[in-house]
C-alpha cells in the first residue's frame, strides 16, 4: 500500500488519485506545484512511479493539491462550482501557439462555446484553427481548463479526448446551470 507524501518528500514528486464522475473515473496527477494532469477513464497514464494519494497531508503538500482538484471537480459536477481555482503546474512555452492556446482557454466563460478560429484568434494567430484543435486535443487538464467548451463553426460538437458524448454531456451540464 502506498503511504502519503511525507514532509521531506521532494517537492517534485508527483502523486495520483482518481474520482468518479458523471463522466466515469478520472485520474488526477499532481505535485506541490499543482495539478498537472487529468485523465478518463480508459486513458492508460503511467503512474508506476508515482505514489497513490491515501491520506490527506499537509498543506502545500501533493495530496493537498490532489485532495483540493477533487473537491472543486466534484464542485463543478454538483453545479455549485463555475470557475476552478486551483495551482497548476503545466510547463508552457510562452512563444509556442498551443501553449497560448491552453493559456486562453481559461478565458472562456462557464456555459459559454467558442469556435476553433475564436480560440485561434484569442491565441494571437487567427489563421490558425486547425492547430487550435490541436491544441485542445493535446490539454493536459480537460474539465479544469475547458477544451470542451471549443466546437467547430460549422456546428456539431466536434471530437474530444474524453469522447463527444462526454463533451454533450459538460456542455448540457453548463447550459443547465446557467
Given at each position: 500500500?502506498?503511504?502519503?507524501?511525507?514532509?521531506?518528500?521532494?517537492?517534485?514528486?508527483?502523486?495520483?488519485?482518481?474520482?468518479?464522475?458523471?463522466?466515469?473515473?478520472?485520474?488526477?496527477?499532481?505535485?506541490?506545484?499543482?495539478?498537472?494532469?487529468?485523465?478518463?477513464?480508459?486513458?492508460?497514464?503511467?503512474?508506476?512511479?508515482?505514489?497513490?494519494?491515501?491520506?490527506?497531508?499537509?498543506?502545500?503538500?501533493?495530496?493537498?493539491?490532489?485532495?483540493?482538484?477533487?473537491?472543486?471537480?466534484?464542485e463543478y459536477f454538483a453545479g455549485?462550482?463555475?470557475?476552478?481555482?486551483?495551482?497548476?503546474?503545466?510547463?508552457?512555452?510562452?512563444?509556442?501557439?498551443?501553449?497560448?492556446?491552453?493559456?486562453?482557454?481559461?478565458?472562456?466563460?462557464?456555459?459559454?462555446?467558442?469556435?476553433?478560429?475564436?480560440?485561434?484568434?484569442?491565441?494571437?494567430?487567427?489563421?490558425?484553427?486547425?492547430?487550435?484543435?490541436?491544441?485542445?486535443?493535446?490539454?493536459?487538464?480537460?474539465?479544469?481548463?475547458?477544451?470542451?467548451?471549443?466546437?467547430?463553426?460549422?456546428?456539431?460538437?466536434?471530437?474530444?479526448?474524453?469522447?463527444?458524448?462526454?463533451?454533450?454531456?459538460?456542455?448540457?451540464?453548463?447550459?443547465?446551470?446557467?
Amino acid at each position: 500500500m502506498a503511504t502519503a507524501l511525507r514532509k521531506d518528500s521532494p517537492p517534485n514528486m508527483h502523486m495520483w488519485t482518481s474520482l468518479d464522475t458523471p463522466l466515469g473515473r478520472l485520474t488526477l496527477v499532481g505535485s506541490a506545484q499543482g495539478l498537472s494532469h487529468v485523465y478518463f477513464d480508459g486513458e492508460s497514464p503511467d503512474l508506476g512511479s508515482m505514489q497513490r494519494l491515501t491520506d490527506v497531508t499537509e498543506p502545500g503538500s501533493a495530496g493537498a493539491v490532489l485532495v483540493d482538484a477533487s473537491q472543486q471537480i466534484a464542485e463543478y459536477f454538483a453545479g455549485t462550482r463555475r470557475e476552478f481555482k486551483l495551482l497548476l503546474a503545466v510547463p508552457a512555452t510562452p512563444r509556442a501557439f498551443r501553449d497560448r492556446a491552453q493559456r486562453a482557454l481559461r478565458d472562456i466563460p462557464f456555459g459559454e462555446r467558442w469556435t476553433y478560429s475564436a480560440l485561434a484568434t484569442a491565441a494571437g494567430s487567427a489563421q490558425a484553427a486547425r492547430a487550435a484543435g490541436s491544441a485542445c486535443a493535446s490539454n493536459p487538464l480537460p474539465i479544469v481548463v475547458p477544451c470542451h467548451r471549443v466546437v467547430p463553426a460549422s456546428g456539431g460538437l466536434g471530437s474530444y479526448r474524453g469522447g463527444v458524448a462526454a463533451k454533450r454531456l459538460l456542455l448540457e451540464h453548463e447550459a443547465g446551470n446557467q
